[in-house]
């Protein structure tokens, strides 16, 4: 279904703030089927990302791993 994919992350200072930025890339397998595929890819990453975000912004903010169920947690922005 997926051909590659690929993931890069970067951290910023910003006015005392950190900002993460990930850049994400799938290549999914050709053909018609996998076009079709494309975009409920960006559907699922688009709504799954923010679930998994939390957790990490709260160990930024906090400086402790979240210790209960990361769906608790307030989502984080993914898309700015």
């Known amino acids: 279904m997926i051909k590659s994919a690929s ?9 005392g703030q950190t900002l993460i930025t ?3 890339e799938i290549v ?3 053909g018609v089927f996998g076009r079709l595929l494309e975009p409920m890819i ?6 799954a990302l ?3 975000l ?3 912004k709260y160990y ?3 400086g402790k791993a979240y210790e209960g169920d990361a769906k608790d947690l ?4 993914a898309f700015c």
């Not at 307030?74 to 922005?77: E, G, M, N, T, V």
């Open 7 to 15: 993931n890069r992350w970067s951290l910023e200072e910003i006015e």
């Open 54 to 56: 939390a957790p990490l």
């Open 22 to 24: 990930s850049y994400a």
């Open 42 to 47: 960006f559907l699922a990453t688009k709504y």
């Open 60 to 62: 930024i903010e906090t």
């Open 50 to 52: 923010p679930n998994a």
């Open 28 to 30: 999914v397998k050709g």
């Open 74 to 77: 307030p989502l984080a922005p």
